[in-house]
Structure formats: structure tokens, C-alpha cells
């Protein structure tokens, strides 16, 4: 089983909609959770960092991390074309090594 | 310009061949990493650096290796390539880690082919 597990998608949503996309993991240790975006033939870019329990807001992005069930979600309101990408999601429990999620294509349909 | 620099871009190679792919930033950042990207895999973590000469191993460091000599540079060596290593290398840094101030820049990758 894989530290971490995450739905590859592709997920493909109207323009304005709210995007969720979730990861869920197996060591209890992990206390630093990220989200990364990636354009296709870029290098990916920090998006959100969320030390420990409780939600993160940012813009129109929202991080939730939900310990007690091993469980983190990103949310992206009203969605645009331009949030078309692979998202993926990364933990670390030692604020060094860093496990990543295999990612999640999303398309966002004008 | 604050960035992350990779050489060579592109890259083919055979088996057995010992090759060095250099990665150098210019902001001063204590913290790089090196991370591998295959398809329906992810990014894995290679190895990474806390400081200068301070390396640790990340998730896939097996036929890898680095230096961390000077700050601003973090080589990633494969001694004796294998066509399992064929993949997209990105290095990335950031001024430290773990304090949730970090912004993290990535390199432009490096494709990697082995024959």
C-alpha cells in the first residue's frame, strides 16, 4: 500500500465550479501537508502548506487537513480554465523528506 | 531573476555511463532537493539537502548520489545509469523547510534517456 493515495483523475468540471480534489494516507506521522500545481511541461509550484490539523485559505483555494482521518482536500472555487493542470498533493513528517501523491488531472471547460 | 537552473536539459545516454546533472539557484536558499517524475507515479523524492555538506536520503535514492559543497549548487550523479532510470528530473529549492513560510522553486527539468 502506498503512503499516499491519490485519484488520478482526469476530473473535468464546467468553468465556476467548485473543484475538490482529496488525498488520503497511512502514517500517522506526517504533519506537513502541501499542494502542488503542475502545467503540463512545467516544473510543479507550492501552492498551499499546511502545518498539522485545520483549514488554510488562500485566494479561491481553500486546504482542509483532517487528521484523525488521514485524510487532507484542496478546494477551488469558482474554478477558471487557467486552474487546468495536475494537482498534486505531498507530506512530510520530518520537515525534510517529502512523500508526494501520484497527482490529479483537472480541466476546467469554459 | 531568482531561479533554479538545470543542465543539460536533454539528455541520452547508455547503460553504465556516469553522468552528472548540475542544478544551481541564486537565492541564497539552504534547503534543495532532487525529485524524479514518471508517469502514474508522481514526484519522488531523490535525496535532499538541509545545508551545505548536510544530504540526507529521500524516498527513491538507490542508484543516485549528491554533494552539497557550495549552497547555491546541489549535483545529482548517477554513477552507473540504468534504462530504470529513465525519467524527468526536477531539483528545487527553498530558503528552509518546515516553517510554512517557504516558497519553494523548481527547476525546468531534465529529460533523461537510458539506453
Known amino acids: 500500500q502506498k503512503e499516499v493515495e491519490q485519484d488520478p483523475g482526469p476530473l473535468s468540471v464546467p468553468e465556476g465550479a467548485i473543484v475538490s480534489l482529496n488525498c488520503t494516507y497511512s502514517n500517522s506521522a506526517f504533519q506537513y501537508f502541501m499542494w502542488y500545481r503542475q502545467y503540463s511541461r512545467k516544473g510543479p509550484e507550492l501552492l498551499m502548506y499546511?502545518?498539522?490539523?485545520g483549514n488554510k485559505e488562500d485566494g479561491r483555494f481553500t486546504a482542509q487537513v483532517d487528521k484523525s482521518s488521514k485524510y487532507i482536500s484542496l478546494f477551488i472555487r469558482d474554478s477558471q480554465p487557467s486552474d487546468s493542470a495536475t494537482y498534486l498533493c505531498?507530506?512530510?513528517?520530518?520537515?525534510?523528506?517529502?512523500?508526494f501523491g501520484s497527482g490529479t488531472r483537472l480541466s476546467i471547460r469554459p | 531573476e531568482a531561479q533554479v537552473t538545470q543542465n543539460p536539459r536533454y539528455l541520452i545516454t547508455v547503460t553504465g555511463k556516469k553522468l552528472t546533472v548540475t542544478c544551481s539557484q541564486n537565492m541564497n536558499h539552504e534547503y534543495m532537493s532532487w525529485y524524479r517524475q514518471d508517469p502514474g507515479l508522481g514526484l519522488r523524492q531523490i535525496y535532499y539537502s538541509m545545508n551545505v555538506e548536510v544530504t540526507d536520503k529521500g524516498d527513491v535514492p538507490e542508484g543516485y548520489k549528491v554533494s552539497r559543497k557550495e549552497k547555491r549548487n546541489f549535483p545529482l550523479i548517477l554513477e552507473s545509469p540504468s534504462p530504470n532510470q529513465t525519467s524527468l528530473y526536477f531539483c528545487a529549492s527553498s530558503l528552509t523547510f518546515g516553517t510554512g513560510q517557504e516558497t519553494q522553486y523548481f527547476g525546468p527539468g531534465t529529460r533523461l534517456l537510458v539506453l
Open positions: 499546511t502545518y498539522s490539523s
Open positions: 505531498a507530506m512530510s513528517s520530518s520537515a525534510s523528506k517529502i512523500i
